[in-house]
C-alpha cells in the first residue's frame, strides 16, 4: 500500500509511469533480492524496510544480498512508530500503572509478536530490559491472530502499527498507551512515547526507504532523490500516509543510510544483549 502511494507521487514528479510490481515472500527478501540483482540503470528500486534491511544483518540470517553493499540509497520515505498496546482486561489506566503492574506480577504476564526476530519481538524485549519485567513472549505467525488473541485477553500486551491498533483501540477492544517511535503517533497525540515515560531513547520505529541497484550513477540516484522529495512533500500524498501511519520524511539520500547504521547499532545491543536468534 505504501508502495502504491508512493508511486502516485513519484509518477507525477517524474511525468512518466511507475509501476509496482508485488514480489511477495519470505518477509519481503524475495522482492528485495530482485531489486538488488536488477540492472543499476534507475528504473527498477527497491521499497526497503527495518525487515528487509535491517533486523536480518542484526539477527545474522543469511540473505542473499547485503542490505548495505547491494543497494545505492535514493532516500528514506518515512517512519512508523509501533503503538504498546494492551488488553482491556488488565486494571491499568497509563503506561506507569503498566509497568507497576507488571513489576508485581512477574512472569504472569504475556506479550505477542509475529514471530521470533521480528520488531514487535525487540521492541517487547527492549521494553522488558529497560522496565525490568519479566514478560512471557509467545510468537505468532502473523500479526492477525496475535491482535485476536490481545483483543480476546489471552494475551495482555504487544507493539503493533499504528493503524491496526488504533482501530482496536476506538473500539473500546484494547487500550494504547505507548508510542514507541522517537515522536507521538499521528492521531494519538495525548499518547506520550515510552522515552516520554522514562524509557530514554526508545525507539522501535518501522522504517521505509527506496532503493536503487548498486552501481547506479551518482546523476541518477540525485534525480530519484528529488522526485521521491517532491512526492513526499506534496500535501496529497502526506496525507495518504499519515492515514497508514506514516509520517513523510523527505531527506537527502545519505540520510537513509546513516539512519539504517543507527538502527542497527541500537538492536544489536538488545539481541546480544537478551541472546535473540532468528532461528529460536
Do not use: C
Not at 130 to 153: C, K, N, S, W
Amino acid at each position: 500500500m505504501i508502495s502504491r502511494v508512493v508511486a502516485d507521487g513519484m509518477r507525477e514528479a517524474l511525468g512518466q509511469p511507475v509501476v509496482v510490481d508485488n514480489r511477495a515472500g519470505a518477509a519481503g527478501t524475495i522482492g528485495s533480492d530482485a531489486g538488488a540483482k536488477s540492472a543499476p540503470d534507475g528504473y527498477t528500486l527497491t521499497l526497503g524496510s527495518t525487515s528487509t534491511h535491517s533486523l536480518p544483518t542484526v539477527l545474522g540470517q543469511k540473505i542473499p544480498y547485503d542490505p548495505m553493499r547491494s543497494f545505492a540509497p535514493v532516500g528514506l520515505i518515512g517512519l512508523s512508530p509501533t503503538v504498546l498496546a494492551v488488553s482491556s482486561k488488565l486494571p491499568v489506566k497509563d503506561i506507569g500503572e503498566f509497568i507497576h503492574y507488571a513489576r508485581k506480577n512477574p512472569g504472569r504476564l504475556s506479550y505477542a509478536s509475529s514471530g521470533v526476530g521480528s520488531l514487535a519481538h525487540l521492541a517487547g524485549e527492549s521494553f522488558k530490559l529497560e522496565t525490568q519485567t519479566f514478560i512471557v513472549h509467545v510468537p505468532y505467525r502473523g500479526t492477525g491472530q496475535a491482535m485476536a488473541d490481545l483483543v480476546g485477553g489471552q494475551i495482555d500486551m504487544m507493539f503493533d502499527a499504528v493503524v491496526t491498533a488504533k482501530t482496536q483501540a476506538d473500539a473500546g477492544k484494547i487500550k494504547i498507551l505507548a508510542s514507541g517511535g522517537r515522536a507521538r503517533a499521528g492521531g494519538l497525540a495525548t499518547i506520550p512515547t515510552l522515552d516520554e515515560s522514562g524509557l530514554k531513547n526508545f525507539d522501535a520505529s518501522l522504517w521505509l526507504g527506496l532503493f536503487a541497484p548498486a552501481g547506479t550513477p551518482t546523476d541518477v540516484l540525485d534525480k530519484l532523490n528529488a522526485a521521491l522529495g517532491k512526492a513526499l512533500r506534496a500535501p496529497a500524498i502526506e496525507e495518504r500516509l499519515l492515514k497508514f501511519g506514516v509520517t513523510p520524511s523527505p531527506s537527502p539520500r545519505a540520510d537513509l543510510g546513516k539512519y539504517m547504521q543507527d538502527v542497527e547499532t541500537y538492536w544489536q545491543t538488545i539481541v546480544k544483549t537478551r541472546g535473540i536468534k532468528a532461528n529460536d
